[in-house]
């Protein structure tokens, strides 16, 4: 039998974590912003198809040997870090790639 415990904020009971599903999108909504307000709106997705084409659909390797299909853009210097949207500070990457360094310090 699995522990549960309520959610943070609206008390429904969960298996794990401090928040329900619905809350948990909520609050990453009000405290992240969504994605227009952090700068992946129109333009980034237009952006992203662009860098995708120039580096012609291959992962760029983020990982010690990767041969994943390229479906993100991601910045070599992290936004967060000072990094800007400059074609020079982006490469394509696969998912599994641009995940694995989601923004560390």
Partial sequence: MTLKRPCLDCG???????RCTRCRSRWETDHRGTTSQRGYGS??????????????????????????????ADHVVAKANG????????????LRCNSSKRDRA
């Fill in 12 to 18: 429904v009971l969960i298996p794990s974590g401090s």
């Fill in 43 to 72: 333009t980034w997705q237009k952006t992203s198809k662009r860098i995708i084409a120039r580096d012609k659909g291959e992962c760029q390797p983020r990982l010690p040997v990767c041969t994943g299909t390229a479906t993100t």
């Fill in 83 to 94: 990094g800007t949207d400059d074609d020079e500070n982006l490469v394509a990457a696969c």
